[in-house]
């Protein structure tokens, strides 16, 4: 499996952007795909998840009502529509894919740069 995470870029607080990750190769009839972000210096922290196909999702508390997560079955992608960014949201964003809840995340995309400049 390959991830490829695109659409960073640089806003201004308040401002709003959506990343993608499509996934190719070989995946299982339901898989979960998420968000991880990192700043320099700190942990990979998790942002937000979804079931695929389902469309089950998860939620860090500091995006909720911020961030949408979303899907497109067909092609193995999901979106991370972020609005009303802020400056602490300003990380590398991964896309991260499993094949199942009960395995750790298997599958890692390149970071894409989101800063969010105040």
């Known amino acids: 499996v390959q991830l490829q995470a695109s659409g960073g870029g640089m806003v201004q607080t308040g401002g709003s952007l959506r990343i993608s990750c499509a996934a190719s190769?070989?995946?299982?009839?339901?898989?979960?795909m998420g968000w991880f972000r990192q700043s320099p210096g700190k942990e990979r922290d998790f942002v937000s998840s979804?079931?695929?196909?389902?469309?089950?999702?998860r939620y860090a508390e500091s995006v909720k009502g911020r961030f949408t997560i979303s899907r497109d079955n067909a092609k193995k992608t999901v979106y991370l529509e972020m609005n009303n960014l802020k400056p602490e949201d300003t990380a590398l964003y991964y896309c991260?894919?499993?094949?199942?809840?009960?395995?750790?995340?298997?599958?890692w995309g390149q970071g894409t740069q989101v800063t969010v400049s105040s």
């Open positions: 979804i079931k695929l196909p389902g469309g089950d999702t």
């Open positions: 190769g070989r995946t299982s009839s339901s898989y979960g």
């Open positions: 991260a894919l499993r094949l199942n809840d009960r395995v750790p995340w298997q599958y």
